[in-house]
């Protein structure tokens, strides 16, 4: 692949050459499955593989199937299809991949605003849907004839109506606008500090703090529709427990995997895009020994963009000098 020229302070992480055969050994194929096949990628088609894995391992699945677009991933191209043929598509997607998950299990699925009526209706077929999450996106230059585009969804859906919701877990520390006091003079439901007034509330189904990943950001890479790593943190700590198993069959440039990872999961990833799979090995090498993630601070997930984050994120410098290092001399494998 053509290394692309970057701008001095691109922190895009991208497979040297010297790299790859080092990255390339650690992926394993549907020949290699087995029941010890946890913490790896998976290099192959996720409906080909999913049925040789075990039945049952999976806390939560996660799935970032490509939306009803015409896009390219690498070599691979996936073509827009009509409403119907893309709600059977996904269907059959979901028949081959719900074995795999705990009769406790849980199953997010990402789309944008064309795509959620088809997953709406394959999911409540197979499962219950309890909400839908709707995210704004920062990039997009928008239309002329039309309203940017400008949100995503992601469909929360469980196998049954027990399972798991670590509320205080997700909760997002804002910024009191107007700090209220109870009659002795105390903040209501508030805190005071030297760096301003907050409240911890209660997560929504509307994220205005995620930012989708860019140039300068250390987790950043050129997959075309890369997932933050905070948003992932977010369900995975709202949906499942330290040593619990992530299952990610679209998996990309291993963005779940990574966030795994880094909070104590198990996890397993499938892409079918050998580059994007080495990308997410050479992400899942950094992880090891760097465990931040951007606007997750402190167990408190902050504002977009808010002075605090920066703070936070400045505490946090040490332990990713490396990246550029990384990145510049080759990762050692």
Not at 5 to 34: G, H, K, M, W, Y
Not at 41 to 58: H, K, Q, S, V, Y
Not at 207 to 226: G, K, L, R
Request: aromatic share 10%; hydrophobic share 35%; with cysteine.
């Amino acid at each position: 692949m053509t290394k692309k020229q970057r701008a001095p302070r691109n922190r895009t992480i991208f497979v040297l050459p010297e790299e790859r055969q080092a990255l390339r050994s650690r992926l394993a194929s549907a020949v290699d499955v087995s029941n010890d096949s946890l913490d790896r990628t998976l290099l192959g088609d996720c409906r080909e593989i999913a049925p040789l894995l075990p039945r049952g391992f999976a806390n939560l699945l996660f799935l970032d199937p490509p939306y009803n677009l015409d896009k390219r991933f690498g070599d691979h191209k996936f073509g827009k299809r009509s409403v119907d043929d893309y709600t059977a598509w996904l269907g059959e997607v979901l028949d081959v991949l719900l074995p795999t998950l705990t009769v406790h299990g849980t199953v997010y699925v990402c789309g944008d605003w064309f795509t959620s009526a088809s997953i709406f209706s394959a999911a409540s077929a197979r499962l219950r849907v309890r909400n839908r999450i709707t995210w704004e996106r920062e990039k997009g230059r928008g239309a002329k004839s039309n309203w940017k585009n400008a949100s995503e969804d992601i469909w929360f859906c469980t196998n049954s109506d027990d399972y798991t919701f670590n509320v205080e877990a997700v909760k997002l520390k804002r910024r009191v606008i107007a700090p209220y006091r109870d009659d002795e003079g105390e903040p209501r439901d508030w805190k005071e500090t030297s760096d301003g007034n907050f409240r911890y509330t209660h997560p929504s189904n509307l994220w205005t703090d995620i930012s989708v990943p860019f140039w300068s950001m250390p987790e950043n890479t050129d997959h075309p529709t890369q997932k933050s790593e905070k948003l992932l943190a977010k369900l995975i700590l709202a949906s499942t427990n330290p040593g619990d198993v992530v299952f990610d069959p679209f998996l990309g440039s291993g963005t779940t995997s990574v966030v795994a990872r880094k909070l104590g999961r198990r996890y397993l990833g499938i892409e079918s895009v050998e580059e994007y799979a080495l990308l997410a090995e050479k992400r899942l090498r950094l992880a090891a020994t760097d465990t931040t993630i951007q606007g997750y601070t402190d167990r408190v997930f902050w504002e977009r963009n808010t002075f605090q984050a920066a703070n936070a994120r400045a505490r946090s410098t040490e332990a990713r000098s490396n990246d550029s290092a990384l990145n510049a001399q080759g990762t050692r494998l």
